[in-house]
């Protein structure tokens, strides 16, 4: 039937199992408009069908309850890693990119850009998804990564560190005591 042919791709996707582990309401809600006509070519072989009639009683109305939602829900680190990827160039996420100083001052800027306490939230909803009170130039590295050039330098510093620390080797053989 050609009516079955224009959906046979939605039905054959909706057959399988990766399908429905990913599905959303409003994916369901595309199932249901796109495959509701398909519905009276079923056949319903000899059961007869039931009508109903219903009326609706209004018999009071009632306010609806304040529905609590988490303050943190399971993509805000999302919604604030994308945050800081679509800002890298805001001079501050740079300034940590590069492993350059902030002051407090820029610390402020860039928790007040952060924790906007909307969309991306308030500080008490960073911690609590990160459950530390990790420090945001942490959290922007882990995201962003460190430049390449400013990691040779820290890395360059601490090697040269690392020398200065080590005793020198002496040239003259160690000798044995004997009692």
Sequence with gaps: MPVVRQKLDLINRIQTD?????ITLPGLEH????LRELMKLLVSEGKDPVFTNFEDELVSVHEPLDVLMPSAPANYLERVKTFIRNNREYVVIQKLRNNQPITAQEL??????????SERGTKAD???????????GQFIRSILGLD??????????FW???AECRP??????SSTISR
């Design 18 to 22: 990766g399908f429905w582990k990913e």
């Design 31 to 34: 199932i249901r408009t796109e």
């Design 108 to 117: 402020s800027q860039l928790e007040t850009l952060l924790f906007d306490g």
């Design 126 to 136: 960073f911690v609590r998804a990160t459950g530390s009170n990790q420090p945001l």
């Design 148 to 157: 390449r050039s400013a990691a040779l330098a820290a890395f360059s510093t």
């Design 160 to 162: 040269k560190g690392q």
């Design 168 to 173: 020198a080797k002496s040239s003259k053989s």
